[in-house]
């Protein structure tokens, strides 16, 4: 069966080939919609399911995967910053605390549905105004959710995780991996 990952992010693509699986993509082009009034790990699951039920719509005969990751800090959803001082903000906010990366994923294909989420608590060391700047100054936490992405430079920012490390990443592989065994999208021999 077919696999199509409904996402444009590279990291998202990278765990894909580590986890050793054939796909495509196919981005979602429609404007994410949320309800009012759904917590974090809701509205996660909803956008995954979004953006891969627009894929499956172009791919019937597939298996597509949708996700989607929030970065929360005292109760506030943190996405990706609009702007180098909007990073600033962000991380200074975060420097010496802790934070909850959420995943949403979605595994559909016709006739078949399974939406979860996945938790993780995140660490941050403190930083100094400079380190926080010089980092800014990379450009890497400006697409990135939370400001920062561990797999980089802002591995050195990072001082525990609790929890899946690919979820921070942004695709939780041991979860994914099991809704594909259990939607019959791939075996365990592989074959």
């Not at 909803?46 to 005969?61: G, I, T, V, Y």
């Not at 962000?90 to 949403?104: A, C, D, I, N, P």
């Amino acid at each position: 069966m077919e696999l199509i990952l409904a996402s444009q992010s590279p990291r998202r693509r990278e765990i894909m080939h580590l986890m050793g699986l054939a796909y495509r993509t196919e981005v979602c082009t429609d404007p994410e919609q949320v309800p009012d009034g759904l917590s974090v790990p809701e509205t996660v699951m909803h956008l995954a399911k979004q953006k891969a039920s627009f894929a499956l719509q172009f791919h019937p005969d597939a298996c597509v995967i949708g996700a989607d990751t929030i970065v929360e800090l005292d109760g506030e959803s943190l996405g990706k910053p609009h702007s180098p001082e909007d990073a600033i903000q962000t991380l200074t906010r975060m420097q010496g605390r802790e934070h909850t990366v959420y995943t949403g994923l979605a595994v559909l294909k016709s006739g078949y549905t399974d939406v979860r989420y996945v938790a993780s608590k995140v660490r941050f060391r403190p930083m100094s105004e400079k380190e926080i700047r010089w980092y800014v100054s990379t450009q890497e936490p400006l697409d990135k959710a939370g400001s920062y992405g561990i797999q980089g430079f802002g591995c050195v920012f990072v001082e525990s995780i609790e929890g899946n490390y690919f979820n921070v990443v942004g695709l939780p592989a041991p979860v994914l991996y099991e809704m594909l065994l259990k939607a019959n999208a791939v075996t365990e021999d592989r074959t």
